[in-house]
């Protein structure tokens, strides 16, 4: 059972001073709302939608919410930032799973803390290089581990449909 998600934010505005405040291109929340369909329509909503403060991830995940149900949760995780803590995010799902051990949540978050947490969730040695809005879904169980389901890019979805 897919039970997290991890997804890199869409295709971002050129680098500029404040990082923080890039937005999505146009391309970026096309890239996220072909992701957020696939969702959708391979996998039950997810309790929570976790993102950093960044606007970038803030604009994706609001895409991601959009096809996701009613009860979807959208929580701001300050650990979630390019350079953030890969222990402190495992911590923090193992505490939510602990207390809620059918939650699902999906994590929208940056490079290169994805493939960080994809290692830190799965197996040592496994850091996947996301390409804009791709996605990992993995079945994970604290104390456990997980593994790997799939991983999906917009750009295979697009070879799919053609």
Avoid at 42 to 69: D, N, V
Avoid at 134 to 150: F, M, N, R, T, W
Wanted: hydrophobic share 40%; aromatic share 6%.
């Amino acid at each position: 059972m897919v039970n997290i998600v991890i997804m890199r934010h869409g295709e971002a505005e050129p680098f500029t001073e404040q990082d923080s405040q890039r937005q999505l291109t146009a391309i970026g929340k096309r890239e996220s709302l072909h992701m957020a369909q696939w969702l959708q329509n391979c996998y039950r909503s997810f309790t929570y939608i976790w993102l950093s403060p960044y606007l970038r991830t803030a604009q994706t995940a609001e895409i991601m919410r959009s096809k996701q149900g009613a009860d979807c949760q959208l929580e701001t995780q300050q650990q979630l930032v390019p350079e953030g803590s890969v222990r402190g995010m495992l911590d923090a799902i193992d505490a939510r799973l602990s207390e809620q051990p059918d939650a699902r949540i999906l994590l929208v978050s940056h490079m290169p803390l994805v493939s960080f947490l994809v290692e830190a969730l799965t197996q040592p040695g496994q850091t996947p290089v996301f390409s804009t809005a791709s996605l990992c879904c993995i079945d994970y169980q604290p104390a456990k581990g997980g593994h790997i389901v799939e991983k999906v890019a917009p750009q295979e979805l697009v070879i799919l449909s053609s």
